[in-house]
């Protein structure tokens, strides 16, 4: 029985006290299922640092005491592994450093986080980590919408006659200077709101209601403009003010139908305001036309009588004259003058008388008046 090292089994042994891998310390064989899969285990793992190693540049162990050592307990490191390494990060540090600026953007590069430069378009440099740079769109055009929205009261503003009207109109800018953009602003869409509502309300403060709603949008709009870019200007805000579009400029919702009533009544009163003084005007000018013709008759009367007194006067102080000089003759022309005046529109009869002062009969006469009345008449 001493003899038999093999355990109960009876199996045989060597004679080393290691026996048999397959075996227990006792010599037993072990039961099927636990101890085989750590080895199996073990084996993957050094077969997977070996690999590791070799990508590194190191050398891959044989069998399980190859991997043992001088320099088999971690990767080796040569001069191709860091020269890898060195063209990696020069690649990787000119892909933070070059950046690409388009034709409508402009960038501002900061040294430590301080202003440097405005970078212009096309690829510049700015060396990280030490400079960096920002991209601002320049000249793309932006637009805040101002005044109320549905169920808002931000478009409410009072006039100088103490009405009340409703403003909707945008605002549209971009960046004329992106350094001054970002760091004299801490918030430039809400500054370019606030600036612009301001100015707005202070406009309309200044003019009436109907203007507003009618003839003086673009003015109002122009004025804005001016108005909201010399504010900005102030501030040093790189800020250009493109354009302002006046939207709308209505009364309020709840009173919107009242005030249209009001506008119709004040258009027909306008309207028959301008029939009045349409009608007054011709009228007046009739009446300025009867007065100078009167006028212009009064004085043509009064020549006609002036200048016939002093004709009448010219003539009797000729006669005079020619009395003095001739009385007798003067005297005769006089009188058959003033006969021919007398009688000369009357129907007479001329008789004869002799020297002795009987008559002899009627005198024959052609009736000259008779035949220039009957040629008369017959014209007609």
């Known amino acids: 029985m001493a003899g038999n090292s093999g355990g109960p089994w009876g199996g045989g042994g060597s004679s080393g006290g290691g026996g048999n891998r397959g075996n227990n310390g006792d010599g037993r064989k072990p039961p099927e299922g636990d101890s085989p899969q750590i080895p199996e285990i073990d084996e993957l793992m050094k077969k997977g640092q070996e690999q590791l190693r070799v990508l590194m540049g190191g050398r891959g162990g044989s069998g399980r005491g190859g991997g043992q050592g001088a320099g088999g307990g971690g990767p080796i490191f040569t001069k191709g592994t860091v020269l890898i390494g060195v063209v990696v990060a020069a690649v990787l540090w000119g892909a933070a450093s070059f950046y690409t600026v388009k034709p409508e953007e402009q960038s501002v590069e900061l040294f430590l986080g301080e202003f440097s430069a405005v970078g212009n378009p096309g690829l510049n440099f700015a060396p990280w980590p030490f400079v960096t740079a920002e991209v601002i769109p320049v000249t793309r055009e932006q637009t805040e919408d101002m005044g109320g929205t549905r169920g808002s009261d931000d478009g409410l503003m009072l006039t100088g006659d103490e009405n009340v009207v409703d403003i909707d109109y945008q605002v549209v800018w971009n960046i004329n200077d992106p350094a001054k953009f970002l760091f004299n602003l801490r918030d430039p869409r809400q500054t370019i709101r606030a600036v612009s509502e301001s100015a707005m309300r202070e406009i309309i403060a200044q003019s009436e209601l109907a203007p507003i709603l009618n003839r003086d949008r673009g003015i109002i709009a122009d004025r804005l403009q001016e108005l909201i870019q010399s504010t900005m200007d102030s501030y040093d805000s790189g800020i250009n003010i493109v354009r302002v579009n006046f939207d709308k400029a209505d009364p309020p919702q709840d009173v919107i139908a009242a005030f249209r009533d009001v506008q119709a009544a004040a258009q027909e009163r306008d309207r028959l305001q301008n029939v ?68 000369g529109d009357v129907d007479k009869i001329i008789l004869d008388e002799n020297s002795t002062g009987q008559g002899q009969g009627v005198v024959p006469y052609l009736p000259l008046n008779e035949l220039r009345r009957n040629q008369a008449e017959e014209s007609n």
């Open 276 to 343: 009045a003084d349409a009608y007054a005007n011709r009228v007046l000018a009739e009446a300025r036309g009867e007065a100078a013709q009167v006028l212009e008759e009064a004085e043509a009367y009064r020549a006609q009588q002036i200048n016939s007194a002093q004709g009448e006067a010219s003539r009797f102080s000729a006669v005079l004259e020619e009395y003095s000089k001739a009385p007798d003759v003067t005297r005769k022309r006089l009188y058959l003058e003033r006969m021919e005046q007398v009688l």
